[in-house]
């Protein structure tokens, strides 16, 4: 299946899953009012290959965007599959070679009345201050730390093998972001704190929970929706730290309490909800919620207290709730912060 593809390249440290244009549009929509006037940073992308700098440098005018920067790794495996940058290289074989693209304004390059990666590409063939090389292009070397600080908004789909390192360096140099992260990650003793403190929190999502990525790696997902050339991931999210309307929309809560219906963890004083529309409307109590919870999760509705293996007061540290001295799966902790009277 598609997510047995997905543990194996982390295990091989393959991370090169590029997200669909669409995607990118369909979550982008939503944040429109945080881009005017900012440099935006697209750090784990190929500058011509990805679909995220397709995006911003398409919609540069739209977006009122101040700077776009984007940075491609050496030995990239699909870096010159679609648009070489270094033809005169070697025309046969496209050099993976780390580079930046720096883009500052897009004009109407060919003087037909709209601006696209037509006018993009022009720019790109034209301008040699456009387009230089980097040493390694890694996020984390000191060059690529130099264009962060200069980032006003981080924007892509980091390797899931190297997420807890990639956010903590964005959380250090304090940017704003939006980027992909498998659903797991809400889990991460790095990464659920952030969450907790709502310094991090889920945006609009991908439809159903499941995204299909460009991949160079082979596939052999049995998905009903499968898409050839295409790997499907089930579970992955937007993770971002910019405002967005869902985040204040309000989870209307139709059930309420019995202890018939919401037994008691055996190692834990709190009751167990296995459905976020299962939530009742008058419990004043700790709830334990599955994590698909984070996707309706309203900071003014709810507060998060904890994650059932990382909770201080768990009895048993790193251990799931059980009932009737069944495991189960992971819960995060929660309480209504305006219950219903009884």
């Known amino acids: 299946m598609a997510n047995k593809n997905l543990n194996a390249a982390k295990v091989a440290k393959k991370d090169e899953f590029y997200t669909q244009f669409e995607d990118i549009e369909r979550e982008l929509q939503h944040y429109w009012q945080h881009f005017r006037g900012k440099t935006v ?3 784990c992308d190929d500058p011509y290959e990805s679909n995220f700098f397709k995006y911003f440098a398409s919609r540069f005018n739209q977006l009122g965007l ?7 790794y050496n030995g990239s495996p699909i870096q010159g599959t679609q648009f070489s940058l270094f033809p005169e290289l070697n025309p046969e074989e496209p050099p993976r070679i780390a580079h ?3 883009i500052t304004e897009v004009k109407d390059m060919n003087g037909d009345g709209a601006v ?10 034209n301008d040699k201050n456009v387009l230089t090389q980097l040493q390694t292009g890694d996020f984390r070397s000191p060059e690529c730390i130099d264009l962060l600080r200069e980032a006003d908004i981080v924007v892509t789909n980091p390797p899931f093998s190297l997420f807890r390192e990639y956010v903590a360096q964005l959380m250090e140099y304090e940017k704003k972001f939006l980027i992909i992260g498998h659903q797991n990650a809400i889990t991460y003793k790095e990464i659920f704190p952030l969450i907790k403190d709502n310094k991090i929190w889920l945006g609009y999502g991908f439809k159903g929970a499941a995204a299909h990525f460009v991949s160079p790696y082979e596939d052999i997902a049995t998905a009903g929706d499968h898409r050839k050339g295409m790997i499907r991931v089930s ?8 405002d967005h309307n869902k985040r204040h929309e309000l989870l209307d809560l139709v059930c309420r309490y019995s202890p018939e219906e919401y037994p008691h963890y055996d190692n834990y004083d709190a009751i167990n909800v296995d459905k976020t529309s299962d939530i009742p409307c008058n419990y004043a109590g700790v709830m334990g919620v599955p994590i698909t919870f984070l996707d309706k999760y309203n900071p003014e509705q709810f507060e998060i207290l904890g994650i059932d293996r990382y909770i201080e007061d768990n009895p048993v540290p790193g251990k799931r709730f059980t009932i009737n001295n069944k495991e189960i799966y992971a819960r995060i902790l929660i309480r209504n912060k305006h219950p219903q009277q009884i």
Not at 66 to 72: H, M
Request: glycine share 4%; aromatic share 6%; hydrophobic share 45%.
């Open 66 to 72: 101040k700077k776009l920067i984007c940075t491609c």
């Open 100 to 102: 930046k693209l720096v």
């Open 116 to 125: 696209d990666m037509t006018d993009v590409e022009i720019l790109i063939r």
């Open 41 to 43: 940073l697209c750090n």
């Open 235 to 242: 579970g992955v999210n937007w993770f971002t730290n910019l």
